[in-house]
């Protein structure tokens, strides 16, 4: 597993996320085992497999918001939980996780505040984000006059408001239409060109194929790694998810 | 601590509480109709009470001195004599008591056959130096409220004193001169609306952080906010911010209403009054964040409320003097911040005391507040 990571990105570059024996048990049950991530800078990472696999936990240890139970991550050489980098990070939760009793544009702004964002920064980069999600008229409308999907829009925006260096999107497409997450999926290839780095988890196949690397996640452990291309071809798989289906009756113990 | 981000959570608070109208509409209201309810019902002292008045007093040909006594109950305030028995129906006496048991009237008032001869016969003893054999008014009572039975006989003994000085002119042997170092014109509603005030600001500053808390931990923004710059330090002392001035605002609401309602006084300082507000809802709103953290839902946080709720509003000494609470309760009337709000308020209120004679309730309140926020950042930091 994992060879291709040193394909993507130099070896000498150093990695945008490290992880070494990742772990985590919830009163004595592991949610997540052993977990290594090698992940370079400006690679788009897809983290993959079904409901309660461990890839939200893994991602909100790695943001820092749950103490591994072992193991180490570090974060644009950093050791979590970040400090000095910790700005440098975004983080969109599965959950919306918006304020919906506050509107599109005061959610924002608190955003902005939490990052020192100054005022004409903001403004520009609140412009730019509505225009991609598609929300620019509703820039006043409350939370909770949106619908799910645009919900989940302004979630994303909030995330992204700080031009982060590396990004975590937990589920970031679910209820999305069709169309917009074709929008999505242009931003997420416009970030990755700035050289950012973007770890996400789907559930959509043909979205993982559009990640650089892919993470294949079953029971709280990395079943396999590697790009799209090479997780098919080792197992003769025509499409991911019968790679994914190959790979997850290897590791049932 | 990084103010730019502090202040981010207190305006996003503070936002999202002005886009909920209804509960801004609570928050003003809730304060003000609560002390015009309270204001109302216990603030003016007792008045027109029922009473029947028996005289079967036979006089002298100077006059009666049950009548003269009568005539002065008939002009106080407290007392509505709804009937007058007069002498030579030997059967009024037992009519008047049976409306006392019947809850027509409070009390029967009865002036013996031989009250005035008796009277005169004292007065005369009196003035040669002879031993006085006193003269009786028969008090016939429903006694089950106490405020009532003190005020009638009050009253009652303020005429007879009042008759006995200015017709007669005896001067009592004893007199209580009565100065009031405090509290002078003080009435019943200034003893309570500084209790009013604390109690509403803890209430909401309690309920308001609580559920907001319980709202940011199933929704997932707090896990948001943590993974940003922000601190736990700041999310607590923002949150602390923002419903410390709700409190205020809400003081403000109802130190209004009483000065403009009820005429209450404020001899102390006014600053200082919203100052031990502002502590006391500051340590409330981290009181609600920590138990917040103990409930899953919106539900389990309302459990919490009336836990913390009666002991304050039954044993802080609000509505009645803590000096009233049982002994063994005591304690826990000490263990309540609520107690040191109403106290200090109080102080300033009437007494007109300055920070040189609240300091300890300062204190206590400072160090509430102080506790209750590094527990609040505490607990946050361990949910990792």
Same mark, same amino acid.
């Given at each position: 597993?994992?060879?291709?990571?040193?394909?993507?990105?130099?070896?000498?570059? +150093?990695?945008?996320?490290?992880?070494?024996?990742?772990?985590?048990? $919830?009163?004595?049950?592991?949610?997540?085992?052993?977990?290594?991530?090698?992940?370079?800078?400006?690679?788009?990472? !897809?983290?993959?497999? +079904?409901?309660?696999?461990?890839?939200?936990?893994?991602?909100?240890?790695?943001?820092?918001?749950?103490?591994?139970?072992?193991?180490?991550?570090?974060?644009?050489?950093?050791?979590?939980?970040?400090?000095?980098?910790?700005?440098?990070?975004?983080?969109?939760?599965?959950?919306?996780?918006?304020?919906?009793?506050?509107?599109?544009?005061?959610?924002?702004?608190?955003?902005?505040?939490?990052?020192?964002?100054?005022?004409?920064?903001?403004?520009?980069?609140?412009?730019?984000?509505?225009?991609?999600?598609?929300?620019?008229?509703?820039?006043?409308?409350?939370?909770?006059?949106?619908? !799910?999907?645009?919900?989940?829009?302004?979630?994303?925006?909030?995330?992204?408001?700080?031009?982060?260096?590396?990004?975590?999107?937990?589920? +970031?497409?679910? !209820?999305?239409?069709?169309?917009?997450?074709?929008?999505?999926?242009?931003? $997420?290839?416009?970030?990755?060109?700035?050289?950012?780095?973007?770890?996400?988890?789907?559930?959509?196949?043909?979205?993982?194929?559009?990640?650089?690397?892919?993470?294949?996640?079953?029971?709280?452990?990395?079943?396999?790694?590697?790009? +799209?291309?090479?997780?098919?071809?080792?197992?003769?798989?025509?499409?991911?998810?019968?790679?994914?289906?190959?790979?997850?009756?290897?590791?049932?113990? | 601590?990084?103010?730019?981000?502090?202040?981010?959570?207190?305006?996003?608070?503070?936002?999202?509480?002005?886009?909920?109208?209804?509960?801004?509409?609570?928050?003003?209201?809730?304060?003000?109709?609560?002390?015009?309810?309270?204001?109302?019902?216990? =603030?003016? *002292?007792?008045?027109?009470?029922?009473?029947?008045?028996? %005289?079967?007093?036979?006089?002298?040909?100077?006059?009666?001195?049950?009548?003269?006594?009568?005539?002065?109950?008939?002009?106080?305030?407290?007392?509505?004599?709804?009937?007058?028995?007069?002498?030579?129906?030997?059967?009024?006496?037992?009519?008047?008591?049976?409306?006392? *048991?019947?809850?027509?009237?409070?009390?029967?008032?009865?002036?013996?056959?031989?009250?005035?001869?008796?009277?005169?016969?004292?007065?005369? %003893?009196?003035?040669?130096?002879?031993?006085?054999?006193?003269?009786?008014?028969?008090?016939?009572?429903?006694?089950?409220?106490?405020?009532?039975?003190?005020?009638?006989?009050?009253?009652?003994?303020?005429?007879?004193?009042?008759?006995?000085?200015?017709?007669?002119?005896?001067?009592?042997?004893?007199?209580?001169?009565?100065?009031?170092?405090?509290?002078?014109?003080?009435?019943?509603?200034?003893?309570?609306?500084? =209790?009013? #005030?604390?109690?509403?600001?803890?209430?909401?500053?309690? #309920?308001?952080?609580?559920?907001?808390?319980?709202?940011?931990?199933?929704?997932?923004?707090?896990?948001?906010?943590?993974?940003?710059?922000?601190?736990?330090?700041?999310?607590?002392?923002?949150?602390?911010?923002?419903?410390?001035?709700?409190?205020?605002?809400?003081?403000?609401?109802?130190?209004?209403?009483?000065?403009?309602?009820?005429?209450?006084?404020?001899?102390?300082?006014?600053?200082?009054?919203?100052?031990?507000?502002?502590?006391?809802?500051?340590? %409330?709103? =981290?009181?609600?964040?920590?138990?917040?953290?103990?409930?899953? %839902?919106?539900?389990?946080?309302?459990?919490? #409320?009336?836990?913390?709720?009666?002991?304050?509003?039954?044993?802080?000494?609000?509505?009645?003097?803590?000096?009233?609470?049982?002994?063994?309760?005591?304690?826990?009337?000490?263990?309540?911040?609520?107690?040191?709000?109403?106290?200090?308020?109080?102080?300033?209120?009437?007494?007109?005391?300055?920070?040189?004679?609240?300091?300890?309730?300062?204190?206590?309140?400072?160090?509430?507040?102080?506790? #209750?926020?590094?527990?609040?950042?505490?607990?946050?930091?361990?949910?990792?």
């Amino acid at each position: 597993m994992g060879v291709a990571v040193e394909d993507l990105g130099s070896n000498t570059e +150093p990695l945008a996320i490290d992880a070494k024996g990742l772990r985590k048990e $919830f009163e004595g049950r592991p949610a997540v085992s052993d977990i290594d991530l090698r992940i370079p800078k400006g690679v788009l990472y !897809g983290l993959i497999g +079904p409901n309660g696999s461990g890839k939200t936990t893994t991602i909100k240890m790695l943001v820092g918001l749950l103490t591994a139970t072992a193991g180490t991550a570090s974060i644009l050489s950093e050791r979590v939980p970040l400090k000095k980098k910790l700005p440098k990070i975004g983080y969109m939760p599965q959950e919306m996780a918006i304020y919906t009793d506050l509107t599109v544009h005061e959610n924002l702004e608190l955003f902005a505040g939490l990052y020192s964002i100054e005022r004409s920064v903001f403004e520009k980069r609140e412009t730019e984000l509505l225009a991609m999600i598609d929300l620019a008229e509703r820039k006043d409308s409350m939370v909770s006059k949106l619908s !799910g999907g645009m919900r989940h829009r302004v979630s994303l925006a909030c995330a992204l408001l700080h031009e982060p260096e590396v990004v975590f999107l937990d589920e +970031p497409t679910v !209820g999305v239409d069709p169309e917009l997450r074709v929008g999505f999926w242009d931003y $997420f290839m416009k970030l990755k060109a700035q050289g950012r780095t973007i770890m996400l988890t789907t559930h959509y196949m043909d979205e993982a194929v559009r990640c650089d690397l892919v993470g294949m996640m079953r029971m709280g452990k990395l079943i396999a790694e590697g790009t +799209p291309e090479e997780l098919m071809a080792s197992v003769s798989a025509s499409n991911l998810e019968d790679a994914f289906l190959h790979y997850s009756k290897g590791a049932v113990p | 601590m990084n103010l730019r981000r502090t202040l981010s959570v207190t305006r996003k608070t503070l936002r999202g509480l002005k886009h909920d109208k209804r509960t801004v509409g609570f928050l003003v209201l809730m304060p003000l109709f609560l002390i015009a309810l309270f204001g109302y019902t216990f =603030g003016g *002292s007792v008045k027109d009470v029922p009473i029947i008045v028996v %005289n079967l007093d036979q006089g002298s040909p100077n006059g009666s001195v049950a009548s003269a006594i009568i005539s002065e109950l008939e002009t106080r305030e407290t007392l509505k004599i709804v009937e007058t028995l007069g002498p030579g129906d030997p059967s009024s006496e037992d009519h008047a008591i049976d409306k006392v *048991s019947k809850g027509e009237v409070w009390v029967a008032i009865v002036f013996p056959e031989h009250f005035t001869e008796d009277v005169m016969a004292a007065i005369d %003893n009196l003035r040669n130096g002879l031993s006085v054999i006193p003269s009786i008014i028969q008090f016939h009572v429903d006694a089950t409220n106490p405020n009532i039975e003190q005020s009638v006989y009050t009253e009652l003994q303020g005429s007879v004193q009042k008759v006995l000085v200015g017709t007669y002119h005896l001067i009592p042997p004893i007199a209580i001169i009565e100065e009031r170092v405090y509290g002078e014109g003080a009435e019943f509603i200034d003893f309570f609306a500084p =209790g009013v #005030m604390g109690l509403a600001a803890m209430m909401v500053t309690f #309920m308001l952080s609580i559920i907001s808390f319980v709202h940011e931990r199933t929704t997932g923004t707090l896990d948001r906010l943590l993974s940003t710059p922000v601190t736990e330090g700041e999310i607590v002392a923002g949150y602390a911010l923002a419903f410390g001035l709700v409190g205020l605002v809400q003081s403000i609401v109802i130190l209004l209403t009483a000065v403009v309602l009820f005429q209450i006084q404020i001899v102390g300082s006014g600053l200082l009054v919203l100052l031990i507000i502002f502590l006391l809802g500051v340590g %409330n709103q =981290g009181l609600g964040f920590l138990l917040s953290s103990n409930a899953k %839902n919106e539900f389990q946080a309302v459990q919490f #409320m009336p836990i913390i709720l009666f002991p304050s509003i039954l044993l802080a000494g609000v509505f009645w003097p803590i000096e009233a609470v049982p002994g063994f309760l005591r304690p826990i009337s000490y263990f309540v911040p609520l107690t040191y709000a109403v106290d200090g308020t109080r102080s300033v209120m009437i007494r007109g005391w300055g920070v040189e004679h609240v300091w300890i309730q300062l204190t206590i309140l400072v160090a509430f507040a102080v506790a #209750m926020m590094l527990l609040s950042t505490y607990s946050l930091k361990k949910r990792r």
